[in-house]
């Protein structure tokens, strides 16, 4: 979902106005620091915010996320809806909650997606880049490592396929900061940047998923 720009980075721009009044953060630069350090690291270390603080600052970007309705990027629907009707199974694995995710599926009339969310949890050995989510998703729906790929903008994602097995594109659709659209490219198994691109690789007849899935990250063990 375009959801960064309209939620996330404003609702982070109030808690630095709340918490740290006089510093500011650009979009891209708030885009880096959640790919690298990631967001915990980024707002535990350099922000130095206190256990309070964070529960505060949990409750400004619950109040952003229950208050605004995110759109879904145009087409990107489209797509999912095709995948499943096709066989494919979806699921999301998210830092955001899971009662949000699925209103914002079911204000933009998709309730019946996707096939399983997991969403922020308190343990952080449940929750990205932990691979948990991924290895629950493999168990519940009988898949193996290789019939499955990952679709995501930020390196956290990269760190949960690596450790399940699991290949990764990078969803080059929602941002262009230089920084992560290198290391994604470089480090993931497909860059996108575009749901045009996306969606002709995912659905071209010639186009073994499995096999290339698999032989993609053979070349990357290889290499």
Do not use: C
């Amino acid at each position: 979902m375009d959801s960064t720009p309209t939620i996330h980075y404003p609702a982070f721009l109030k808690v630095l106005e709340t918490f740290r009044p006089g510093l500011t953060i650009s979009l891209d630069t708030w885009l880096e620091k959640n790919f690298s350090p990631g967001f915990m690291e980024y707002v535990t270390g350099e922000l130095a915010f206190t256990p309070r603080e964070m529960e505060e600052e949990l409750e400004i970007w619950r109040e952003f996320t229950r208050s605004r309705t995110p759109s879904f990027f145009e087409g990107f629907l489209d797509i999912l809806e095709q995948f499943q009707k096709e066989g494919g199974i979806i699921t999301v694995v998210s830092h955001s909650e899971v009662p949000m995710i699925e209103r914002d599926y079911e204000a933009a009339g998709a309730g019946h997606l996707p096939q399983r969310i997991f969403g922020w949890d308190r343990d952080k050995n449940k929750r990205k880049p932990h691979p948990w989510p991924v290895e629950q998703i493999l168990k519940e729906f009988n898949l193996e490592p290789e019939e499955v790929l990952i679709v995501d903008d930020l390196y956290p994602a990269i760190e949960m396929g690596r450790a399940a097995g699991v290949a990764v594109a990078g969803a080059g659709w929602s941002h262009s900061v230089p920084l992560i659209r290198k290391t994604m490219e470089a480090e993931g198994d497909w860059y996108f940047t575009s749901l045009a691109q996306w969606r002709d690789w995912l659905f071209s007849p010639s186009n073994d998923r499995n096999n290339k899935v698999l032989k993609k990250k053979v070349n990357h063990e290889n290499s």
